[in-house]
């Protein structure tokens, strides 16, 4: 358990509820900070969830906020169910039916299609999307009523598949003709659009009725608490049995072993010469206290986000 008033540097992973924004969850692990007696840290989020959406959300507390920006270009994984016939003006159940069609796909002509979505490809963003057009939110302009013009942007779709039939059936599927998908998707990739393209391409309508996010970069599910667990845990003061070193948003980079002169070096900003590491980032350690997220280049290493441990 951390000292009364101890500041907390690392991850929290929340299972975000549907109904719930992403900023007020970060309100919520303020207050939880508030009533453990913990000292006041700056909190950040590592990638917007809808309301509408469940799932992980990472939250960054401390100098971990250093890296939240590094976490929103990792990829996501979702549980996505899609239902044939109706497309609302939000591509979601929150908006209004716009379209209709009579068409209801079979399960074989919608694997059919899944390949044509994998990869990279193209698509229009949502117009009820936060995305900026003319320096206005693309959705304030859509709920005024204006025609929203989106350019389309290249994602990348790395794995799309249908869920097994009867397994995890997520609660808002309500007819045979709800289909649950899969996915792993690059930064930028709409989860509404990709539901809409696919249901044209079957020569129908759809939009999505469940969403939840699986996997956010290194951080999954599994470890993920709930808003209530996290409230408990603040009143427990015991925040940290669930928080995650700084390290875990950067499993996928290597470790920069340093010697004292060196850690003290870099925390002044100064360049590391003759160093033999790999080009590339790199997460720089004095025995286990993290000192820079750094990169090297040709056996330089400069900081990139230096961390006041």
């Known amino acids: 358990m951390a000292e009364p008033g101890a500041a907390l540097h690392g991850w929290l992973v929340i299972d975000k509820p549907v109904g719930t924004g992403s900023t007020q969850v970060v309100g919520a692990v303020k207050r939880a900070l508030q009533s453990g ?20 959300l990472p939250i960054a507390l401390g100098e971990a906020t250093k890296l939240a920006g590094r976490l929103l270009d990792g990829d996501k994984c979702y549980a996505f169910t899609v239902r044939f016939g109706e497309q609302t003006d939000t591509l979601d159940l929150e908006g209004q039916v716009v379209a209709t069609s009579d068409v209801r796909p079979r399960r074989a002509q919608v694997e059919a299609v899944l390949a044509h979505f994998t990869g990279p490809i193209e698509q229009v963003p949502p117009a009820f999307s936060a995305l900026k057009v003319n320096g206005e939110r693309a959705y304030d302009l859509a709920r005024a009523g204006e025609v929203v013009a989106l350019a389309s942007r290249k994602v990348v779709v790395h794995s799309l598949m249908l869920r097994h039939p009867g397994v995890g059936r997520d609660p808002y599927s309500q007819g045979d003709h709800d289909e649950t998908f899969l996915a792993r998707v690059s930064k930028g990739t709409y989860i509404r659009s990709l539901a ?15 969403l939840r996010r699986t996997r956010a970069g290194p951080f999954g599910l599994a470890g993920a608490i709930s808003l209530d667990k996290l409230t408990e845990l603040g009143h427990a003061h015991s925040l940290e049995q669930h928080l995650l070193s700084l390290r875990a948003g950067l499993d996928d980079i290597p ?9 003290g070096a870099l925390r002044q900003g100064r360049v590391l010469a003759g160093i033999a590491a790999d080009d590339g980032p790199a997460f720089a350690l004095l025995n286990d206290v993290p000192v820079a997220l750094v990169e090297v280049r040709d056996r330089e290493v400069r ?4 961390f006041n441990l």
């Not at 809409?196 to 469940?210: E, K, N, P, Q, S």
């Not at 470790?255 to 850690?263: G, I, R």
């Not at 900081?303 to 230096?306: D, I």
Request: aromatic share 4%.
């Open 37 to 56: 007696g913990y000292a006041k840290v700056k909190v950040g989020h590592g990638g917007t969830l809808d309301p509408l959406a469940s799932g992980v």
């Open 196 to 210: 809409r393209d696919i249901a044209l391409a079957l020569g129908t309508v759809g939009h999505v009725t469940y």
């Open 255 to 263: 470790a920069l072993l340093l010697t004292p002169d060196q850690a």
């Open 303 to 306: 900081v990139e986000r230096g």
